[in-house]
């Protein structure tokens, strides 16, 4: 986890992994309610962050690369 200051109104708290990375094609549907890979998910996990954080203000970015892992960024405002 990094954070870091982007200007004077927000900051970046990024999290990165180094896995398998997410396809594009799977990556242009995150967030979206009741998309899961997993067997017992239900989707609503990642919708919901992302609510929460747009509530605030903020936004969230997520890029990744397959075999080189993934890195979601959420940039809030901190005035």
Not at 4 to 31: A, K, P, Y
Not at 44 to 59: D, P, T
Request: proline residues 3%; charged residues 20%; aromatic residues 4%.
């Amino acid at each position: 986890m990094t954070m870091t200051r982007v200007d004077n109104d927000s900051i970046n708290i990024s999290f990165m992994d180094q896995g398998c990375g997410i396809s594009n094609e799977r990556l242009s549907h995150i967030g979206e309610p009741y998309y899961s890979l997993k067997e017992k998910g239900t989707g609503m996990g990642l919708m919901v962050c992302h609510k929460i954080i747009q509530v605030h203000g903020g936004r969230m970015e997520i890029k990744s690369m397959i075999n080189q892992g993934t890195t979601v960024s959420v940039i809030l405002p901190i005035s």
